[in-house]
């Protein structure tokens, strides 16, 4: 499998890995957000999942079901791992959006020792009932693909029309530049496809969450109309000693206007974490579990 990927910041800085969420790419992040943690003191690793972008596709299957997908989430999170063994990165903070979140939440239960700190924005646990997108976001997923670069632009714009963020709202330029830096890069609707297979395939974590560990971070938008708030809240609830913030007027989205409200815990979280963080086998550990 190839992966792409850019790492910026200094190399000997702690590493902090952004899983994006469905069809996302490594331009797909918002550069102040990722700038802003970069300029916070770490290293920030961007990759194309698996099946987006230029990473490799997993082979020429149309539309999957749940019988025949080509790889899972937890492939997906396997990719994260072996990712950060070609990075030579032993271990690193793990920041996942969607999901993204699906993928870290994996990575932090099967890689536990590889894990300094977890963040799961806007994203679920996988149980029945919760995170449960509204009609009109549902309506989102299940659209024709666009078929040219206009319409794809269109398309984004009206997505985001939908599950965007009505309290923080920005300019259509802004979408639109972004949606034709994606489309101008790579344009894989089937890759899509297969991504949201591997997340209706996947099953509940809530049993699994409750393992985890390691210091975590939950950030849900009140407003997210496509994955319920109370995914954001079932997943904090189940791991021990996590912190959820909830933003008010926050969608599915990230956005220059959602940034300080976002970077204020994050920042937080993750230097506490690299703080407190220490190698399995330190013998300052020993003993405790770590």
Do not use: K
């Amino acid at each position: 499998m190839d992966i792409c990927y850019e790492v910026t910041g200094d190399a000997g800085s702690p590493a902090v890995i952004l899983v994006s969420g469905l069809g996302g790419q490594l331009v797909s992040w918002e550069e102040g957000f990722w700038r802003s943690i970069e300029a916070a003191g770490f290293r920030v690793v961007r990759f194309d999942n698996r099946d987006a972008g230029l990473s490799g596709p997993p082979g020429e299957t149309e539309a999957p079901g749940a019988s025949d997908l080509p790889y899972t989430l937890d492939d997906m999170a396997g990719d994260v791992a072996r990712l950060m063994d070609w990075l030579e990165i032993d271990s690193a903070h793990l920041l996942g959006v969607s999901m993204g979140g699906m993928i870290v939440q994996l990575v932090a239960i099967h890689y536990p020792d590889r894990v300094r700190s977890l963040t799961s924005i806007m994203s679920t646990t996988g149980a029945h009932g919760v995170g449960m997108p509204t009609a009109e976001a549902l309506s989102v997923l299940a659209r024709r693909p666009p078929t040219s670069r206009e319409e794809y632009i269109a398309a984004e714009l009206e997505n985001h029309r939908v599950i965007g963020s009505p309290g923080y709202p920005v300019e259509d330029a802004w979408r639109a530049a972004r949606a034709a830096r994606e489309y101008d890069r790579s344009f894989r609707p089937r890759g899509v496809a297969r991504q949201l297979g591997a997340i209706l395939a996947a099953g509940d974590r809530t049993e699994a969450l409750t393992r985890i560990r390691v210091p975590t971070l939950v950030i849900h938008g009140e407003a997210d109309p496509l994955i319920a708030p109370d995914g954001g809240q079932a997943t904090a609830a189940a791991i021990e000693g996590s912190r959820l913030v909830t933003i008010p007027g926050m969608g599915h989205e990230i956005t220059p206007p959602l940034r300080g409200l976002l970077m204020d815990p994050l920042v937080e979280h993750l230097r506490e974490a690299q703080s407190a963080w220490r190698a399995p086998g330190d013998a300052r550990d020993r003993g405790q579990g770590r």
